[in-house]
């Protein structure tokens, strides 16, 4: 592996209309025309790439870019989990779904082979040649076999006597012992053997699967080192015990590899009675899924990797030579390390606003105002404390709220149990489909349920991801609402991560369009008419595409026209389609798109007014933010939906409108930041790949998540916010 792998950034771009030679150079502009969209797939592996380009960025602390290769390592886990596994199973069933931009799921995975396979040994680059070097440098080693001394082999050799020994099934091949049947993602070895064993085989091969309740990464005694933090590898470990497990015979090679299989969920909804018990069942089907790559040690002989995949079914693109872990996401242990704060991002306390602050009574508070949140640099604890109070109060009389992605032990539920115990109508719409958090969802259903809230899970086939609570307070002889609506889960520990907002409300109209959102999501009936709450999957994709229209009529008609939207995802096809017919009204149109984005910017005649930024940075961009200028009476929604087919068609979200100028003016700034960004941000090109903001020499350096917390924590601390 070569040095330069490392200075490599991106690969692969999709072919693209040159931004001078347009569809529209030939005619009338065709909005269906191929070129014009990028693929989903192909879009998802560039959005890896910016991560994983983070952790050569020389301005990030050492640890937080050991964090950004790991979140590489998860983010590629999961595509193959699911993107890749999805494009297999396609061609696998001969049902081959071709979007807008008409690139065949076969072409998608042999693009898809040769970006990850450079990426991948590029990642493997980066660690070993710059990560492992810095981190030894600052005392953080990672011993090798080779490196360890007299006192650490022997202390290794009795942890492995009296920890890893007890727990190992080695498993000879042969024809009693077929090749087992081997769990996602889990640490094996394949070993070569001679010789013949008691019973008189000599199959030469086994499999010794690493047991799955140790840790990968061992913290050797201060004792035994000379200072700083050293680790050993479990595989380490095992590799170099090997011949103990197998008395009397010669080991003559042991290579570790991974399988990846499909760990997508599939509930035909005409058949499911009771959703949590058939999730379940399909939870542990997620372990042993089909194969869809394999990862072996790059010292692994040919033989052994032909064999590896003939077992699993896959070809020599699937295969993916690694030098070093095969499951990198393992060392979060050594980056989460709280010993070297200098090698870490400085804390920060999020801010309370002034409105809110040294207050008791929240709901006095939200009864005269709006409380607008920006989280992580305001604090989330308001929508914990708004729930505790309503739990505790004896006037509250009922709760009701969705969860998505929450935590089984989180406050949120806590106080919702408390306020089920405390004699309160509580009702939680769970979803239990909520990716990878299934185990965790059915858990704090149950927990709920125990303590006599009603628990609903939404409605079969279609995800309830909206963010809504509602809280019904009698107040004298009325009946009042508050409600708080977010961009982001109900999650304290991703509310320190990710950028989201939150609005508490008493707003009489739109608390009473959260109140029938919910009676839609518990009960059965006709759509409702909502007054200012819009939702998927029913107004918010035709209302979204009717602003948009608004927007480009405007500037058919001469007056000034603009849009910013902030959203993680675009890849819905009818929405590139209305915001490429913006732009060639001459709508000026702002995309902040973290991840995935199917829309081809700066092609001539079609998106020329239409410039789409990522930022990559210390928090993950989560909120997502729709912004219309209206012809002077700028119209603005926060919302839980990104532009996706699925979130506009097949799940319950929301947008919510913010209304009042001073709060509109609040959410624009923030939005004018991130336009103004030029050391986080990075600038779609027309081919799908993404450059650096290109800054003057004398511009100033801006990055928003820094001005952000420096301007919202710093200005709340100083009592000036």
Not at 149 to 166: D, G, N
Not at 247 to 262: A, E, H, I, K
Request: hydrophobic share 40%; proline share 5%.
């Amino acid at each position: 592996m070569n040095s330069h792998i490392i200075r490599e950034t991106r690969s692969g771009a999709s072919p693209a209309p040159a931004a001078n030679d347009g569809p529209s150079s030939a005619g009338a502009i065709d909005l269906n025309d191929s070129r014009l969209y990028i693929n989903r797939e192909l879009s998802q592996l560039q959005f890896n790439i910016r991560v994983l380009d983070q952790a050569l960025d020389p301005g990030t602390p050492l640890l937080e870019r050991l964090k950004f290769l790991l979140i590489f390592s998860r983010n590629m886990d999961e595509f193959f989990e699911i993107r890749v596994a999805g494009l297999k199973g396609q061609i696998a069933l001969d049902h081959e779904l071709i979007g807008a931009d008409a690139m065949a799921p076969r072409r998608a995975l042999a693009e898809i082979s040769k970006i990850a396979h450079q990426q991948i040994e590029r990642q493997y680059a980066i660690l070993n040649e710059r990560m492992l070097p810095e981190l030894a440098d600052h005392g953080i080693r990672i011993v090798r076999r080779t490196q360890w001394t007299t006192k650490q082999k022997l202390w290794v050799h009795r942890y492995f006597r009296e920890e890893v020994a007890p727990l190992v099934t080695p498993i000879g091949l042969d024809p009693t012992h077929p090749f087992p049947l081997l769990v996602n993602k889990s640490l094996n070895f394949i070993v070569r053997l001679e010789g013949v064993d008691a019973f008189g085989r000599d199959s030469g091969l086994a499999i010794v699967p690493a047991p799955r309740v140790l840790p990968r990464l061992i913290r050797l005694p201060e004792s035994i080192c000379d200072g700083g933090d050293n680790y050993v590898l479990l595989s380490s470990i095992l590799h170099a015990h090997a011949e103990e497990l197998f008395p009397g015979m010669q080991v003559l090679g042991c290579y570790q590899f991974r399988l990846t299989r499909n760990a997508d969920l599939t509930l035909d909804p005409e058949d499911v009675e009771d959703l949590a018990l058939a999730l379940r069942g399909e939870l542990y089907s997620r372990r042993f899924g089909d194969a869809v790559r394999l990862e072996v040690a790059d010292n692994c002989p040919k033989d052994l990797i032909d064999y590896l995949l003939k077992q699993f079914g896959l070809n020599e693109s699937e295969l993916y030579e690694v030098k070093g872990p095969v499951n990198l996401a393992r060392l979060f242990s050594i980056a989460n390390n709280v010993n070297y704060p200098q090698l870490q991002y400085p804390p920060f306390t999020p801010a309370l606003p002034k409105a809110i602050k040294h207050v008791e009574d929240l709901f006095q508070v939200i009864g005269k105002q709006d409380v607008l949140l920006l989280h992580p640099y305001e604090s989330f604890s308001p929508v914990v404390d708004l729930l505790r109070q309503a739990a505790k109060d004896p006037q509250v009389l009922a709760i009701k709220q969705t969860l998505y992605r929450t935590g089984a032990k989180s406050e949120i539920v806590d106080a919702l149990v408390d306020a089920a115990r405390a004699g309160k109508e509580v009702t939680a719409v769970v979803e239990l489909r909520a990716r990878f958090e299934e185990e965790s969802n059915l858990s704090l259903a149950s927990r709920l349920q125990q303590a006599g809230a009603m628990v609903i899970y939404g409605v079969v086939g279609i995800k309830t991801h909206a963010k809504l609570m509602l809280i019904q307070r009698r107040e004298g002889t009325e009946l009042v609402r508050y409600a708080h609506l977010g961009t982001g889960n109900y999650h304290s520990g991703n509310a320190r991560l990710y950028t989201d907002y939150s609005l508490l409300t008493s707003d009489p109209a739109l608390c009473e369009d959260v109140h029938k959102l919910f009676s839609q999501l518990t009960g059965m009936g006709k759509v409702m008419r909502m007054k200012k709450l819009l939702h998927a999957p029913f107004t918010l994709k035709k209302s979204l595409l009717e602003m948009i229209a608004r927007e480009t009529a405007h500037a058919e008609a001469g007056r000034p026209a603009q849009i910013i939207i902030k959203v993680n995802a675009l890849a819905e096809t009818r929405m590139i389609r209305a915001l490429y017919k913006a732009s060639i009204a001459g709508v000026q149109i702002e995309l902040i798109v973290r991840g995935v984005c199917c829309l081809r910017p700066d092609v001539a005649g079609v998106s020329d007014h239409i410039r789409v930024r990522s930022i990559i940075g210390r928090f993950l961009e989560h909120s997502r933010i729709y912004w219309f200028a209206n012809d002077g009476e700028p119209e603005l929604y926060l919302a839980s939906a990104d532009l996706m087919e699925r979130n506009l068609d097949r799940r319950v979200e929301t947008a919510f409108p913010i209304e009042g100028k001073k709060l509109q003016q609040r959410v624009h700034h923030a939005l004018e930041r991130y336009l103004a960004d030029n050391s986080s941000a990075l600038l779609l090109q027309p081919d799908g790949t993404y450059l650096p903001v290109p800054r003057g020499a004398d511009e100033a350096v801006r990055n928003v998540q820094s001005e952000l917390l420096e301007t919202l924590c710093t200005s709340a601390a100083t009592d000036g916010h």
